[in-house]
């Protein structure tokens, strides 16, 4: 599984004439994340109900209130749950670092956030070959636009993600290990125009450090 380098720059608002002393350092430290760690994940379908409370997983026991799960998954039969983590080993090579070389441990970590989106766009794509001449939308997060972190816990256990990947829900809502996203897909049968990526949607708008800086999460 590639990491991409760009992508990694642009976490750490960089991108946009990045110097080549950073991109060769960026590069080299996804080298060595690729060739130490693979984003582990895991993802169930589920046959979607609506109900009062909102869209419903019956076999999850989930409900995914509020306006952003009914745009989303309006015209959809089915929809996927996925988690996905670069574990402990992670966390621990980013603490190491911090406590060396804090700028190496900023490059370390927005690898890490390019290399768990890469994760997450290999499980899409497996997703996708199962349900052929199917439609899947963009993937959404607890947190963005009104759905709420609050059904972290109920997600995770729906994966078995903590035995399954070793993914679990902090007291906070929080996921450990920290370099970790779940989400949710909708499947339908016909293409889906919904789309949530954009700072529109997002729970953390207002406090977002990015938009200060006038830039977005968006590779």
């Given amino acids: 599984m590639?990491?991409?380098?760009?992508?990694?720059?642009?976490?750490?608002?960089?991108q946009a004439g990045a110097p080549a002393s950073l991109r060769r350092e960026a590069a080299s430290i996804a080298q060595k994340m690729e060739e130490s760690l693979s984003p582990r994940y895991v993802y169930r379908v589920f046959?979607?109900?609506?109900?009062?409370?909102?869209?419903?997983?019956?076999?999850?026991?989930?409900?995914?209130?509020?306006?952003?799960?009914?745009?989303?998954l309006g015209e959809c039969s089915k929809a996927a749950l996925l988690a996905c983590t670069l574990g402990a080993e992670f966390d621990r090579r980013?603490?190491?670092?911090?406590?060396?070389?804090?700028?190496?441990?900023?490059?370390?970590?927005?690898?890490?956030?390019?290399?768990?989106?890469?994760?997450?766009?290999?499980a899409q794509g497996e997703l996708a070959a199962h349900f052929p001449?199917?439609?899947l939308t963009d993937r959404f997060s607890p947190g963005y636009g009104d759905l709420p972190l609050s059904i972290q816990?109920?997600?995770?256990?729906?994966?078995?993600?903590?035995r399954r990947i070793g993914l679990h829900v902090l007291d906070s809502l929080l996921?450990?290990?920290?370099?970790?996203?779940?989400?949710?897909?909708?499947?339908?049968?016909?293409?889906?125009?919904?789309?949530?990526?954009?700072?529109?949607?997002?729970?953390?708008?207002e406090t977002?450090?990015?938009?200060?800086e006038g830039k977005t999460c968006a590779p």
Wanted: aromatic fraction near 6%; glycine fraction near 10%; hydrophobic fraction near 45%.
């Fill in 133 to 135: 001449g199917q439609y």
């Fill in 208 to 212: 977002c450090a990015l938009r200060k």
């Fill in 94 to 122: 980013l603490l190491s670092l911090s406590a060396r070389d804090m700028a190496r441990a900023v490059i370390w970590d927005a690898c890490g956030s390019a290399y768990v989106e890469a994760g997450c766009d290999k």
């Fill in 175 to 205: 996921l450990n290990p920290t370099k970790s996203v779940t989400a949710i897909i909708g499947i339908a049968g016909r293409p889906q125009m919904g789309r949530i990526r954009g700072c529109a949607h997002c729970a953390f708008k």
């Fill in 47 to 72: 046959p979607l109900q609506w109900q009062q409370g909102g869209a419903y997983l019956p076999e999850a026991g989930l409900i995914l209130p509020g306006s952003l799960a009914r745009t989303m």
């Fill in 153 to 162: 816990p109920q997600l995770c256990a729906a994966l078995d993600a903590q």
């Fill in 2 to 14: 590639r990491l991409d380098v760009d992508a990694a720059l642009f976490y750490m608002g960089a």
